[in-house]
C-alpha cells in the first residue's frame, strides 16, 4: 500500500503562477523527499526534509513538513513551463531503507 | 559518472517469453532498487538490496519474477513466463545508504518500457 497521497492529483496553471502540492502520508517517519518525473523519465530527487525540520528551502522550493497531521507540502514559485512534470513524495518506511512513494501529482504549467 | 543505466530502454515480447531487464547502478553505491510503474498502481517498489544481498522482496508480484545482484555493478530482474498484464515501466535506481535517519536520496535509471502482447 502506498504510504503517500498527494494532492491535487492534477494542478494546471499559468507560468509565473505559484503551484502548491500537498502530500499525507500515514505513519511516523524520519525523513520525507519530494522527486519531479518528467514524461518518459525516471524520477529525480528534488529536495529532502527531516522530521525534525518544518520548512526548508532550495532554489525556487518550498518544502514544509508537519508531522502532527503527517503532511507536507511542496510550492514551486515563479513556476515556468519547464516545471510541467508529475511530483512526488517518498517516505522512508519505519525500520527498512526503501522509500514508499505517494501517488503523484501532475503539474501542468502554461506558457 | 553515467548515472544509473538500464538496458533495454524499450521491449517488446509476447506472452509467455523470458524477459530480462538489466541495470547498472551508480559507482559506490550499495543499496539497490527494481520499480513498477503503471497508471493503474502508480510506483510500486518490487524489490531491493543492500551490499548485494536482496532485503526486501515483499513486492515481487509472483514466482514468475526474480531478481539478482551477483555484483556491485550489475543487478537482472526477470520475468519467467512474461504475461500481458507485466506491461509497465521499469526502473532500477541506487543510493548510498548513509543510514535512515540521514535520508538516502534514490537516484532512477530512465527506465525500461515493457509490453507484453
Known amino acids: 500500500s502506498q504510504q503517500g497521497e498527494e494532492d491535487p492529483q492534477a494542478l494546471s496553471i499559468q507560468e509565473g503562477e505559484n503551484a502548491t502540492m500537498n502530500c499525507s502520508y500515514k505513519t511516523s517517519i524520519n525523513n520525507l523527499q519530494w522527486y519531479r518525473q518528467n514524461s518518459g523519465r525516471g524520477l529525480v530527487h528534488l529536495i529532502l526534509i527531516r522530521s525534525n525540520e518544518r520548512e526548508k528551502h532550495s532554489g525556487r522550493l518550498r518544502v514544509t513538513l508537519d508531522t502532527s497531521k503527517k503532511s507536507s507540502s511542496l510550492l514551486i514559485t515563479a513556476s515556468r513551463a519547464a516545471d510541467t512534470a508529475s511530483y512526488f513524495c517518498a517516505t522512508d518506511a519505519g525500520n527498512t531503507d526503501k522509500l514508499i512513494f505517494g501517488t503523484g501529482t501532475r503539474l501542468q504549467v502554461f506558457p | ?117
Open chain 2, 1 to 117: 559518472d553515467a548515472g544509473v543505466i538500464q538496458s533495454p530502454r524499450h521491449e517488446v515480447t509476447e506472452m509467455g517469453q523470458e524477459v530480462t531487464l538489466r541495470c547498472k547502478p551508480i559507482s559506490g553505491h550499495n543499496s539497490l532498487f527494481w520499480y513498477r510503474q503503471t497508471m493503474m498502481r502508480g510506483l510500486e517498489l518490487l524489490i531491493y538490496f543492500n551490499n548485494n544481498v536482496p532485503i526486501d522482496d515483499s513486492g515481487m508480484p509472483e514466482d514468475r519474477f526474480s531478481a539478482k545482484m551477483p555484483n556491485a555493478s550489475f543487478s537482472t530482474l526477470k520475468i519467467q513466463p512474461s504475461e500481458p498484464r507485466d506491461s509497465a515501466v521499469y526502473f532500477c535506481a541506487s543510493s548510498l545508504d548513509l543510514g535512515r535517519a540521514k535520508g538516502n536520496e534514490q537516484f532512477f535509471g530512465p527506465g525500461t518500457r515493457l509490453t507484453v502482447l
